[in-house]
């Protein structure tokens, strides 16, 4: 088996299991109970806490655990919408942003708030210059994805964090699931508000994330109940899962080390290969793309089909987000990338991991042009 939809979800690395049913076993208790048994639990989380703040490079008081970036995301911009609403409801976004930015952003519309969509070039980013021109005086926040997790394109996050430099009042959301390990990160530097992880696209756990924010900055909480996570997050803290995912972006970084210089490579010798196969578009941007991701089209192909026919030989890939790939409708970012819609209907992804291997790619790559190869024949009138 070739496993190529690391953007959808990544294999647990062994240690992060080993870690994790460790942490179920001998620290089970409640880290909000008082007695010794939930001290030990709370004393775990916490180090988990700073680990991963270390990690990013922030303060570990800065750090909340979630189950995941869809959580991470809707308690960012819900939280951030309806506790500064007073100041403004004005909201801006990419028009490629994931669906749990996208669908949370027409919730806060249906109360009342304004949304504006920015477009993006054909390479899918957005400019530094449109998001400027859209902030006005009721402007409260602003949500860019760090890396597009269709088509791989790293958004001017640095530059547009600079930019609101100038706008103090403006918060500024970054969803950067895809980009955690993949692409350089300086949240300090970047002036990044908040900002969405999860642990299961970096070899951790499903149901697993946390969320950066920014010391000073108040958000209104999605759950009410018992108030943990410094009142920002209710429900009995995942302890196992949050050790877990802190092995998890340890390792994870330590391997990207040397591997993104094999993601690269691998991602060259897949772009190279599919160049020269007929019947195939490439959308992935030359430049400013995270090594990982690599999209492309199959002109007067289904997707679906294309994609069980390769499942047939043991490789797994996928359409668009895994979050829609379900739903029978033309790829939105492709859309708004300005590829036409038969094409964007069939978009194929191929996602890496640091533990995928340039043998793995080239097989890959001969299974694709013999895959298009046989479906071109049975699509012959």
Same mark, same amino acid.
């Given at each position: 088996? /070739?496993?190529? =939809?690391?953007s959808a979800t990544t294999k647990p690395y062994k240690e992060v299991l080993d870690s994790y049913v460790k942490a179920a *076993? =001998? &620290? &089970?208790?409640?880290? *909000?109970s008082l007695h010794s048994c939930g001290g030990q639990a709370e004393k775990l989380l916490s180090q988990?806490?700073?680990? /991963?703040?270390? #990690? #990013?490079g922030v303060k570990a008081a800065e750090i909340y655990f979630t189950s995941g970036g869809t959580e991470s995301n809707n308690l960012a911009i819900k939280g951030a919408a309806f506790t500064y609403q007073n100041r403004g409801r004005h909201i801006i976004a990419s028009s490629v942003e994931h669906p749990s930015v996208s669908d949370c952003l027409e919730q806060l519309e249906s109360e009342g708030f304004e949304i504006t969509y920015l477009p993006v070039n054909g390479d899918g980013q957005v400019s530094v210059e449109a998001v400027d021109k859209a902030i006005r005086k009721d402007t409260i926040l602003i949500s860019v994805m760090h890396v597009n997790n269709e088509v791989g394109t790293i958004q001017p996050v640095k530059e547009i964090g600079k930019m #609101?430099?100038?706008y103090p009042s403006v918060l500024f959301h970054v969803d950067a699931v895809q980009a955690v390990g993949k692409v350089p990160m300086d949240l300090a530097g970047n002036r990044i508000d908040l900002l969405s992880i999860s642990g299961h696209k970096f070899h951790g756990l499903k149901g697993t994330g946390a969320l950066f924010i920014r010391e000073g900055i108040r958000l209104t909480p999605l759950f009410a109940g018992g108030k943990q996570e410094r009142n920002i997050r209710s429900g009995t803290e995942n302890v196992a899962g949050a050790v877990a995912m802190a092995k998890a972006l340890r390792l994870y970084m330590q391997k990207s080390e040397t591997g #993104?210089?094999?993601m690269k490579n691998m991602q060259k010798l897949l772009r190279t290969g599919l160049g020269h196969i007929e019947d195939i578009q490439i959308n992935t941007p030359l430049e400013n793309a995270a090594p990982h991701i690599l999209n492309f089209s199959l002109k007067g192909m289904k997707s679906e089909v294309f994609i069980h026919a390769l499942e047939q030989k043991g490789i797994f890939v996928s359409t668009t987000s895994a979050c829609s790939s379900k739903r029978k409708s033309a790829s939105k970012t492709l859309l708004a990338m300005g590829v036409p819609e038969d094409l964007a209907e069939s978009g194929i992804r191929l996602s890496l991991s640091v533990e995928n291997t340039e043998a793995e790619a080239k097989a890959v790559l001969d299974a694709i042009e013999t895959t298009v190869e046989q479906l071109r024949k049975v699509m012959k009138p």
């Open positions: 088996m /070739i496993y190529f =939809d690391n *076993s =001998d &620290y &089970y208790g409640n880290p *909000s988990a806490r700073e680990q /991963i703040a270390k #990690l #990013l #609101l430099k100038n #993104l210089t094999v």
